[in-house]
T-cell receptor, first 112, second 115 residues
Framework: DAKTTQPPSMDCAEGRAANLPCNHS???????VYWYRQIHSQGPQYIIH?????ETNEMASLIITEDRKSSTLILPHATLRDTAVYYC?????????????WGLGTSLAVNP | GAGVSQSPRYKVAKRGQDVALRCDPI?????LFWYQQALGQGPEFLTY????????KSGLPSDRFFAERPEGSVSTLKIQRTQQEDSAVYLC?????????????FGPGTRLTVL
């Protein structure tokens, strides 16, 4: 089972920031938080990941709370092309484990 | 450079038929993954290769499902005696290195419909 909880859907106005929350209250110390998104009829796309510190790249920012029990993915200026399902995944790397456990994600609709 | 490609993009099979789905990963990528995605659900892990070695096949739903990557590059997912519950999108992903970041690059998927 997925170890994360996300709202099933969200709306955002074009040009505004989209803040997508994720709860992972049972996360362990060595588990990373990964975010992927999936645009309709396409394969998932990696966005960002982090362990403890906040992270930023050209696509998004990831804010992880100090207790690491929740995080927020921020798309600073959402566009219509950001409409997609966003998945928050907790991942523990080790040995031969490369398995990502996906939940249902958040369906983000960016409206004009 | 080219991304992950999968073929065919769409496959319709009659129940009981065998199918083979192909994945061409990004050149040089060591790791290769197969996922199954039912309608309205997130992807579900099937199996993982590091080069030609199948290191994790815990997600394969039955012995009708078989995956191979004989030369550590192209991979094939074979489903024998297909059943209606096998209808799904089958996603392939690859990543550059087996350690560290688990950034996976996905193909567009093969949509399998079993009648």
């Amino acid at each position: 089972d997925a170890k994360t909880t996300q709202p099933p859907s969200m709306d955002c106005a074009e040009g505004r920031a989209a803040n997508l929350p994720c709860n992972h209250s049972t996360i362990s110390g060595n588990e990373y938080v990964y975010w992927y998104r999936q645009i309709h009829s396409q394969g998932p796309q990696y966005i960002i990941h982090g362990l403890k510190n906040n992270e930023t790249n050209e696509m998004a920012s990831l804010i992880i709370t100090e207790d690491r029990k929740s995080s927020t993915l921020i798309l600073p200026h959402a566009t219509l092309r950001d409409t997609a399902v966003y998945y928050c995944i907790v991942f523990l790397a080790g040995g031969n484990n490369r398995k990502l456990i996906w939940g249902l994600g958040t369906s983000l609709a960016v409206n004009p | 450079g080219a991304g992950v490609s999968q073929s065919p993009r769409y496959k319709v099979a009659k129940r009981g038929q065998d199918v083979a789905l192909r994945c061409d990963p990004i050149s040089g990528h060591v790791s290769l993954f197969w996922y199954q995605q039912a309608l309205g659900q997130g992807p579900e892990f099937l199996t993982y290769f590091q080069n030609e070695a199948q290191l994790d096949k815990s997600g394969l739903p039955s012995d009708r499902f078989f995956a191979e990557r004989p030369e550590g590059s192209v991979s094939t997912l074979k489903i024998q005696r297909t059943q209606q519950e096998d209808s799904a999108v089958y996603l392939c992903a690859s990543s550059l290195v087996p350690e560290g970041s688990n950034e996976q690059f996905f193909g567009p998927g093969t949509r399998l419909t079993v009648l």
